[in-house]
Nanobody, 125 residues
Framework: RLEESGGDQVQPGASLKLKCVGT???????IGWFRQAPGKEREGVSC????????LYTDSVKGRFTFSRDDATSTVYLQMDNLKPEDTGIYYC?????????????????????WGQGTQVTVSS
């Protein structure tokens, strides 16, 4: 089971830190953050193939978002800085279907499962 938290309504330029807590999984698995804006398909925001893998980011968030994981507490974070209105959406975390994927090269939603319920992020002035 995965559970996301940390979403909020903020103004452009603000920061938020999302949290994803899981139970029953190896936190050396490939884990990803995804978002879905109203009327749009779910997209990959950031993911990591294993606890030793460098995180991947979609181009629109590079330099603003930071993926991290704390294996001791089975927690994954997404630090989001300089938020923009286009970052608005429901943010989800999920586990890769193949488990640990050190060679992971993209964050495709179809490759992930065991989705959490999501946390809403709204960026507006």
């Amino acid at each position: 089971r995965l559970e996301e938290s940390g979403g909020d309504q903020v103004q452009p330029g603000a920061s938020l830190k999302l949290k994803c807590v899981g139970t029953g999984w190896s936190w050396d698995y490939a884990i990803g953050w995804f978002r879905q804006a109203p009327g749009k398909e779910r997209e990959g925001v950031s993911c990591s193939g294993s606890k030793d893998s460098a995180p991947l980011y979609t181009d629109s968030v590079k330099g603003r978002f930071t993926f991290s994981r704390d294996d001791a507490t089975s927690t994954v974070y997404l630090q989001m800085d300089n938020l923009k209105p286009e970052d608005t959406g429901i943010y989800y975390c999920a586990i890769h279907r193949a488990g640990r994927v050190p060679s992971l090269s993209q964050c495709r939603p179809d490759d992930f499962y065991y989705w959490g319920q999501g946390t809403q992020v709204t960026v507006s002035s």
